[in-house]
Nanobody, 122 residues
Framework: QVQLVESGGGLVQAGGSLRLSCAAS????????MGWFRQAPGKEREFVTS????????YYVDSVKGRFTISRDNAKNTVYVQMNSLKPEDTAVYYC???????????????WGQGTQVTVSS
């Protein structure tokens, strides 16, 4: 089992940037495909981006393509998402997630962090 702890959320103006981090512990980090989801108030949780076990493949939902970049450092057991050109509609709680068993990038995911709030003001 893996434990996930997100950090890096906060309040930023539209057009600004944030970098979220997710530190993992418990098992071999490179065993896991890693992803980020978000949930805005009153909306369902949305799959945003993911990265394969060794970083060779990534996925982005259309709404963040060209603005968000996911990366991972297996030596540091950490996955990141760099978020640029933020928009008010990016406001949400962002969750880090992990899964093992295959190297596919899509859901479902098995393990979740507690979430970090990102608020983008207009």
């Amino acid at each position: 089992q893996v434990q996930l702890v997100e950090s890096g959320g906060g309040l930023v103006q539209a057009g600004g940037s944030l970098r979220l981090s997710c530190a993992a512990s418990g098992r071999t980090f490179s065993d896991y495909v890693m992803g980020w989801f978000r949930q805005a108030p009153g909306k369902e949780r949305e799959f945003v981006t993911s990265i394969s076990r060794f970083g060779s493949r990534t996925y982005y939902v259309d709404s963040v393509k060209g603005r968000f970049t996911i990366s991972r450092d297996n030596a540091k057991n950490t996955v990141y998402v760099q978020m640029n050109s933020l928009k008010p509609e990016d406001t949400a709680v962002y969750y880090c997630a992990a899964k093992r068993g295959d190297n596919k990038l899509g859901p479902p995911y098995d393990y979740w962090g507690q979430g970090t709030q990102v608020t983008v003001s207009s």
